[in-house]
C-alpha cells in the first residue's frame, strides 16, 4: 500500500543550511505534499531555499510563519540547541513534527522534547535515515527471511571516513563539528546504534573506548564499542573520523557491515554490494538495486516517505519519540564505559 495520495498535505521546512537540500529536495517528489513555507534565520538562506525547491512563503520567523501559513506538518533541520523551543511551539499549534537528530544537546533536554511531544498527542518522529538506507532495509528482509539462519552471531560495522583530519576538519560542511564536546558517538554513533538496532533488536549492555585523534576538535573522533543484544549476538561498532577509507565515495554506504549468524554470513561492501555466504557454500552476490541519488541510498527520501505513510495511516513510525530515547540511552552508556572501562546497561 501506497498511503503517500491523498489530499494534500501542507508542509514548511525550518532550517536550511547544508544537510536541508537533501529534505527539501525529497518533499519535491513525494507525492500529496506542498512545500508552502521555508524559514531560517538567514535571510538569504531561506529565499534560495525557495527559489531552488519551491515554497510560497519565506520567513526568518518560525513564530511569524505559525500565526500566517496553515501547516499539516514541519520538517525542523536546525542545529540541536534550538530543538526544543521550535518542537514546543509548533507542538502547542498541533502540527506534526519530523526532527532532525541528534534531538538536543543534552539527554534530559532530548527527554524533555518526547515529552512535550507526547503531551501535546501531536505525531513525532526523529530523522533518523540510516535504518532507511536501502542496503539495511535489503539485509533486514534478508535476517527475518532466515537466508543465514536464525540467530545472530556477531554483527560488525566499519566506518572510516576520512573528512577529520587537519587544521581545517569539518569547516567546509558542518563546521559547528569542531566545538562539539561529545562528537563522534552523539553525532554519527547514533546512526550505528540505531541501526543495531533496527537490524537485531534492542540492546541490554555496552562497553566502549573513545579518543580524540585530531587535536584541534573538542570531542571524541574515534570509538570502539561492543554491543550485547537482547535476543542474541553482539554488535562490533568500530568508527574513526580522522584516516581514510578507499571506498570511492566514502559517504555513500558509510562502511562496511559483517553480518554472522546461526547459518551463514551477510556481507555489505563500501560501494553497496551485498553478497551471501551460507554455511559451507561460496559467497555469492546478492541482487537488488540501491539508488544513488540524494544522501547515502536516498535515505532521506525513504525517511520521509515513511513520515508521509505515518501520517497518513495513523501507524506508528519507526523513529518516534520513544524509539529515539532507547537509541540515546545506549549512546549514554557507551560514554559511562569509556570512562569506568566497564560494562554499561542502558538506563531510559
Known amino acids: 500500500m501506497n498511503n503517500v495520495d491523498g489530499p494534500k498535505l501542507r508542509g514548511a521546512v525550518v532550517g536550511a543550511g547544508y544537510f536541508s537540500q537533501f529534505h527539501f529536495d525529497s518533499w519535491k517528489r513525494i507525492p500529496g505534499v506542498e512545500l508552502v513555507a521555508v524559514c531560517d534565520s538567514n535571510p538569504a538562506a531561506a529565499e534560495r531555499a525557495a527559489k531552488t525547491y519551491g515554497g510560497d512563503a519565506v520567513f526568518t520567523d518560525h513564530a511569524k ?17 534550538t530543538h526544543l523551543k521550535l518542537v514546543g511551539d509548533f507542538a502547542a499549534a498541533g502540527v506534526a513534527i519530523i526532527c532532525q537528530k541528534p534531538l538536543a544537546p543534552t539527554v534530559a533536554e532530548a527527554r524533555k522534547i518526547v515529552d512535550v511531544a507526547c503531551a501535546a498527542g501531536i505525531r513525532f518522529m526523529v530523522h533518523e535515515n540510516f535504518r532507511f538506507q536501502p542496503w539495511y532495509r ?12 536464525k540467530n545472530v552471531h556477531t554483527i560488525t560495522q566499519r566506518n572510516r571516513m576520512g573528512d577529520g583530519w587537519g587544521d581545517d576538519a569539518y569547516l567546509a560542511r558542518q563546521p559547528y563539528f569542531q566545538t562539539m564536546e561529545q562528537f563522534l558517538i552523539f553525532e554519527a554513533g547514533i546512526h550505528t546504534i540505531d541501526t543495531f538496532r533496527f537490524l537485531a533488536g ?14 584541534v576538535i573538542a570531542g571524541e573522533d574515534t570509538a570502539i564499542g561492543i554491543f550485547q543484544f537482547a535476543r542474541s549476538g553482539v554488535g562490533v561498532y568500530d568508527a574513526n573520523r580522522f584516516n581514510e577509507s578507499t571506498a570511492e565515495n ?14 551463514g554470513t551477510i556481507r555489505l561492501y563500501d560501494d553497496a554490494r551485498i553478497t551471501i555466504q551460507p554455511l559451507g557454500q561460496p559467497e555469492t552476490p546478492h541482487p537488488y538495486q540501491p539508488s544513488r541519488h540524494g544522501f547515502a541510498g536516498d535515505c532521506v527520501h525513504q525517511t520521509q516517505l515513511h513520515f508521509v505513510r505515518g501520517l497518513r ?23 559511562r564505559s569509556a570512562e569506568t572501562m566497564m560494562w554499561e546497561s542502558p538506563s531510559e
Open 65 to 81: 510563519m505559525l500565526g500566517e501559513v496553515e501547516l499539516d506538518f514541519v520538517d525542523i533541520v536546525t542545529r540541536p540547541d
Open 313 to 335: 495511516s495513523g501507524e506508528a513510525f519507526e523513529t518516534d519519540g520513544p524509539s529515539y530515547l532507547k537509541s540515546i540511552a545506549v549512546q549514554e552508556a557507551m560514554y
Open 250 to 263: 566514502p559517504r555513500y554506504t558509510f562502511g562496511e557491515l559483517l553480518v554472522e549468524c546461526d547459518g
Open 202 to 215: 534492542e540492546i541490554d549492555r555496552v562497553w566502549c573506548m573513545h579518543r580524540k585523534l585530531n587535536p
Open 138 to 149: 535489503e539485509i533486514k528482509e534478508l535476517l527475518d527471511s532466515g537466508v543465514v539462519g
